[in-house]
């Protein structure tokens, strides 16, 4: 079984900066792949990020170029961060673990983001 927590939420002004991290626990982590999604009120939960065991990231149209996932493997530890704010990046921000099938199995409780413009 794999725990995460999410840290690093809050409330920030359009155009600025926040990092995400997220604590993994109960398995090796640098075996999986990382992710991170969203979900604002009334919408689906949505892809932001990935990043491979390898270190291979995938981003989002929309967040590429303005979000960088990053791993630290001695840590335990993924992180988003996140620049040049949007008012449509408010969500929470959910941490999330590859499985066996490498489907995110494993979620976290969640991180709010509020971007204000």
């Known amino acids: 079984q794999v725990q995460l927590v999410e840290s690093g939420g809050g409330l920030v002004q359009a155009g600025g900066s926040l990092r995400l991290s997220c604590a993994a626990s109960g398995r090796t982590f640098s075996s999986f792949g990382m992710g991170w999604f969203r979900q604002s009120p009334g919408k689906e939960r949505e892809f932001v990020a990935r990043?491979?065991?390898?270190?291979?990231?995938y981003y989002a149209d929309s967040v590429k170029g303005r979000f960088t996932i990053s791993r630290d493997n001695a840590k335990n530890t993924v992180y988003l961060q996140m620049n040049s704010l949007k008012p449509e990046d408010t969500a929470v921000y959910y941490c999330?673990?590859?499985?066996?099938?490498?489907?995110?199995?494993?979620w976290g409780q969640g991180t709010q983001v509020t971007v204000s413009s």
């Open positions: 999330a673990a590859e499985g066996v099938g490498a489907t995110f199995d494993y």
């Open positions: 990043i491979n065991r390898g270190g291979i990231t």
